[in-house]
């Protein structure tokens, strides 16, 4: 979530709002707020004139209630020219509710333009100095402006968090579909997700692009779904045969996540495919060489290999950190991107804590493809 203090002090500093507007404000308060039940009358008009605006209150009590949390609103924070952390919270909490109940945001604004024409109303009939009714109308104007963008901002927000969140939760739950059968906790692919990030970090990537790999990264196997029963779950080592239909799960989890546009599953995608890619070109499933293979797969090769390598299986017992560390080190410039076991070695303090907190359950049934 972001601080929404910064915002606030975006919206203010591109709307222009300076020290004069909010001493305009609080110069012109004492003759707004004996009168601010007229424009909450003119906005309660408004409210119950409207059957859509009706419907999201229970009953007049809590339509009161609403409008008098309204007024309060106005007079303690938007016309006393008060922006500050008390007004974020009260702005914060505003823009939730208003989002929860489901307020549409056509009622929102047209609730505005009546405050607005009946405050500039107020100004006409009050101030009658033309310069200073002229200042007084545009400190008011672009307080109401501020008020309502910052709110209508907090709404979206809340709105696509929420969203954000479900897809999450989606991508998670099919994450862990892809492990269910062969990994009986979900702790394999939390790590894979938290390494990732923590690698992508040190190789200088930016948040955003860390925030994608971290929520993307977990579907890696999501295609072993589609590997038999007697394949996947085989105690002993697999034949040949077996291991070219255990391959296959890299272009399996590239069908079965979708083809969408958003960049995560984007890039989930190409994780999925090319995460099996060797640096020197011996990989699989494409061959792929060096920088041909994306970067997110080659991140995603090495903290697999290492989760891979630490965690038991049937087949072999669990390697300690150094072992697999060592492990990295030798392979780094074949199997792996020398930059990509780098990053992970200078990100060891990291991965240590991330083993700390996330670290495996043994699992006797497990055999993971890695
Ligand atoms: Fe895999
Ligand atoms: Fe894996």
Redesign the pocket.
Same mark, same amino acid.
């Given at each position: 979530m972001k601080d929404m203090g910064v915002t606030l002090q975006q919206w203010i500093d591109f709307l222009d709002i300076d020290q004069e507007i909010i001493d305009t404000l609080r110069d012109f308060f004492p003759i707004l707020a004996p009168r601010i039940d007229r424009v909450s009358h003119a906005f309660y008009r408004r409210v119950l004139n409207s059957p859509e605006a009706i419907k999201l209150f229970a009953d007049e009590d809590s339509a009161n209630r609403a409008l008098a949390h309204q007024k309060r609103h106005w007079l303690e924070y938007v016309f006393a020219g008060r922006f500050d952390r008390d007004y974020v919270e009260a702005a914060l909490r505003m823009g939730k509710t208003h989002q929860q109940r489901g307020v549409d945001l056509r009622l929102f604004s047209g609730a505005y333009a009546v405050v607005l024409s009946e405050v500039n109303a107020i100004v006409m009939e009050n101030v009658p100095d033309p310069q200073r009714q002229k200042r007084v109308l545009r400190a008011v104007n672009f307080a109401v402006f501020l008020d309502l963008g910052f709110v209508a901002s907090v709404y979206y927000d809340a709105y696509t968090d929420d969203l954000a969140s479900m897809a999450k939760d989606l991508t998670v739950s099919l994450a862990r579909a892809g492990?269910y059968r062969d990994a009986d906790t979900g702790e394999?692919i939390h790590r894979?997700a938290k390494m990732c990030a923590a690698v992508a970090r040190r190789l200088g990537k930016d948040l955003r692009w860390v925030e994608q790999l971290e929520a993307a990264s977990p579907l890696? %196997?999501v295609g072993k779904i589609g590997i038999p029963d007697a394949i996947l779950l085989k105690p002993g080592k697999l034949t040949e045969e077996e291991m070219s239909v255990m391959r296959r799960h890299s272009e399996i989890g590239t069908d079965i996540i979708p083809d969408n546009d958003h960049e995560i599953l984007q890039m989930a995608r190409r994780i999925a495919l090319t995460?099996h890619e060797r640096w020197d070109g011996t990989g699989y499933p494409a061959g792929l060489r060096g920088e041909e293979i994306p970067l997110e797969g080659r991140i995603a090769a090495v903290c %697999?290999v290492y %989760? #891979?390598l630490r965690s038991q299986r049937p087949y072999k017992r669990p390697w300690s950190h150094e072992e697999a560390v060592e492990y990295l080190k030798q392979s780094r410039g074949t199997q792996f991107d020398p930059a990509v076991v780098d990053a992970f070695l200078a990100a060891l303090p990291e991965i240590e804590d991330i083993w700390r907190r996330y670290g495996e359950m043994p699992s006797p049934s497990s055999r993971? #493809?890695?």
């Amino acid at each position: 979530m972001k601080d929404m203090g910064v915002t606030l002090q975006q919206w203010i500093d591109f709307l222009d709002i300076d020290q004069e507007i909010i001493d305009t404000l609080r110069d012109f308060f004492p003759i707004l707020a004996p009168r601010i039940d007229r424009v909450s009358h003119a906005f309660y008009r408004r409210v119950l004139n409207s059957p859509e605006a009706i419907k999201l209150f229970a009953d007049e009590d809590s339509a009161n209630r609403a409008l008098a949390h309204q007024k309060r609103h106005w007079l303690e924070y938007v016309f006393a020219g008060r922006f500050d952390r008390d007004y974020v919270e009260a702005a914060l909490r505003m823009g939730k509710t208003h989002q929860q109940r489901g307020v549409d945001l056509r009622l929102f604004s047209g609730a505005y333009a009546v405050v607005l024409s009946e405050v500039n109303a107020i100004v006409m009939e009050n101030v009658p100095d033309p310069q200073r009714q002229k200042r007084v109308l545009r400190a008011v104007n672009f307080a109401v402006f501020l008020d309502l963008g910052f709110v209508a901002s907090v709404y979206y927000d809340a709105y696509t968090d929420d969203l954000a969140s479900m897809a999450k939760d989606l991508t998670v739950s099919l994450a862990r579909a892809g492990e269910y059968r062969d990994a009986d906790t979900g702790e394999h692919i939390h790590r894979m997700a938290k390494m990732c990030a923590a690698v992508a970090r040190r190789l200088g990537k930016d948040l955003r692009w860390v925030e994608q790999l971290e929520a993307a990264s977990p579907l890696h %196997d999501v295609g072993k779904i589609g590997i038999p029963d007697a394949i996947l779950l085989k105690p002993g080592k697999l034949t040949e045969e077996e291991m070219s239909v255990m391959r296959r799960h890299s272009e399996i989890g590239t069908d079965i996540i979708p083809d969408n546009d958003h960049e995560i599953l984007q890039m989930a995608r190409r994780i999925a495919l090319t995460h099996h890619e060797r640096w020197d070109g011996t990989g699989y499933p494409a061959g792929l060489r060096g920088e041909e293979i994306p970067l997110e797969g080659r991140i995603a090769a090495v903290c %697999d290999v290492y %989760d #891979a390598l630490r965690s038991q299986r049937p087949y072999k017992r669990p390697w300690s950190h150094e072992e697999a560390v060592e492990y990295l080190k030798q392979s780094r410039g074949t199997q792996f991107d020398p930059a990509v076991v780098d990053a992970f070695l200078a990100a060891l303090p990291e991965i240590e804590d991330i083993w700390r907190r996330y670290g495996e359950m043994p699992s006797p049934s497990s055999r993971g #493809a890695s």
